[in-house]
């Protein structure tokens, strides 16, 4: 009888065990960055996308102007004729999980060439790209 | 025990029904049966030169509704009283239709009245209360006292909240026209000619010119109805202007979609408040806005920085030249 009692007992230790590690095992914490972005596995590090708005909040850009050269990392795009540079609210897409620094979707001056680094999704791989608005002549 | 225990239950019985008692609203006015309610109508800031409208509802079960009374706690500007109409929506076609209620409107001073005309059916109406809002409440808070009597001697009365006056002016429609009536000034809210400009020297007041060119530039680019400053050299080159004159830069802001419903005229329930005035920055800004359209507008911060103002495009005619506009205006410093 006595020995059936310390078999269960040890049995219930033993879920108890096993159920604590499930549990606490799966709270593991995903790896963020300061902005409480997720850092993933990807090392993929490129633009896909920019535009730039105006005051107004619509783009300044001439539709099928914009040059993204990811060899090169530079971004070209022509505003439209009358577009204050001074004053430009840019906005791109990159590949998944990456990011951009500084920020963009702030008021930009874009009298001259900008530069913005492109961070991949493992923060390790960063490129620089320089922005260039030119006005339409 | 038992004796005891029942005494502190009955004792705490007694407790709770006071104290329940004393939770009764003391504000009986409106039980009664000559009760009354307010609303109000007019959603926008409240701005001089314009009028707040309220509702002002009464209701008898004995006798029929004699008088409707209102007093603003700074007297309003002329065009301040009861309107003698009633409303009741038609619900064959949803159409307000007005019924005659009141046999005579009088204001005098801050207290305004209406006489109810005299039937059978007069026991039930909502009153039209019109406050034009005064130049003396400018930046003050204003509340309103409404009450209304019955044919059995009773009275009702209910209070407003206070509700704050801005400090901005407004005025609407000003037609300008290109190489005519073109030269605005924001310190006047007015738009002047050149000859008007130099004649009485107010190039110093000047904020911005209003110029219309379908295309600019050697390829011929659209540039449209533009608000520019007189310190702009490049796009009112042609407009020869003297050299004697005072040329502040004056910063623009353009806007598609600050469609303010008392510049435009109804539509939109987007309004712009002292406050949209007082905070919005112009750094950076250009010194003119350009293809401005119907319902787009722009922030306009004058050269010396006295006055922000929102100049709102009620309607261009690129055929006239025109562009009809309506600003809003707060004097920042």
């Known amino acids: ?137 | 025990m038992t004796m005891k225990a029942n005494r502190s239950y009955l004792l705490l019985l007694a407790i709770v029904a006071v104290g329940l008692a004393s939770c009764e609203p003391k504000e009986v006015e409106n039980e009664g049966p000559l009760r009354n309610d307010l609303l109000k109508k007019t959603t926008s800031p409240a701005v001089i030169g314009d009028r707040i409208e309220f509702v002002y509802a009464l209701g008898t079960l004995e006798g029929t509704l004699k008088t409707a009374r209102a007093e603003a706690s700074i007297p309003g500007a002329v065009g301040t009283g009861f309107s003698r109409y009633s409303w009741f929506t038609n619900r064959s076609n949803g159409q307000d239709v007005p019924v005659l209620t009141a046999s005579d409107t009088i204001t005098n001073g801050a207290v305004s009245t209406a006489s109810i005309l005299d039937g059978d059916n007069n026991k039930a109406l909502s009153l039209r209360y019109y406050y034009a809002v005064p130049e003396e409440a400018r930046g003050k808070t204003v509340s309103f006292r409404f009450s209304g009597t019955s044919s059995t001697g009773q009275e009702v009365t209910i209070n407003s909240p206070a509700y704050t006056v801005s400090r901005m002016d407004m005025k609407r429609q000003i037609t300008l026209k290109d190489a005519e009536k073109c030269y605005v000034s924001l310190a006047d809210m007015t738009a002047y000619t050149k000859e008007e400009v130099e004649q009485k020297g107010l190039s110093g007041k000047i904020d911005f010119v209003y110029v219309y060119r379908a295309t600019l530039g050697a390829n011929k680019y659209a540039f449209g109805h533009a608000m520019v400053s007189l310190a702009n050299g490049t796009y009112l080159s042609d407009l020869n202007l003297p050299a004697s004159w005072t040329k502040t830069p004056t910063l623009l802001d353009k806007r598609v979609d600050v469609k303010d419903a008392q510049l435009r005229g109804g539509g939109f329930d987007v309004y712009i408040d002292d406050t949209d005035l007082e905070r919005t920055t112009f750094t950076n800004s250009a010194d003119f806005a350009y293809n401005l359209a119907a319902d787009q507008g722009a922030f306009v911060r004058s050269g010396d920085g006295t006055y922000v103002a929102y100049v709102f495009v009620n309607s261009v005619n690129n055929t006239a030249k025109t562009m009809t506009v309506s600003i809003k205006r707060l004097q920042v410093k």
């Open chain 1, 1 to 137: 009888m006595q020995r059936t009692d310390m078999k269960r007992r040890f049995i219930y230790t033993l879920l108890l065990a096993v159920s604590s590690v499930c549990l606490f095992g799966s709270c593991e914490k995903t790896p963020v960055d300061a902005d409480g972005l997720l850092i993933t596995q990807r090392s993929q590090c490129f633009m896909t996308f920019f535009d730039a708005l105006g005051s107004d909040h619509r783009t300044v850009l001439v539709s099928g102007s914009t040059q993204i050269d990811t060899t090169a990392l530079t971004v070209k795009a022509v505003a439209r004729f009358g577009t204050n540079l001074k004053r430009i609210k840019p906005y791109s897409s990159v590949v998944t999980d990456a990011i951009v620094e500084p920020n963009m979707g702030i008021w930009t001056d874009f009298s001259t060439p900008q530069q913005y680094t492109v961070v991949s999704g493992n923060r390790k791989v960063r490129k620089t790209y320089t922005i260039t608005i030119t006005l339409q002549q």
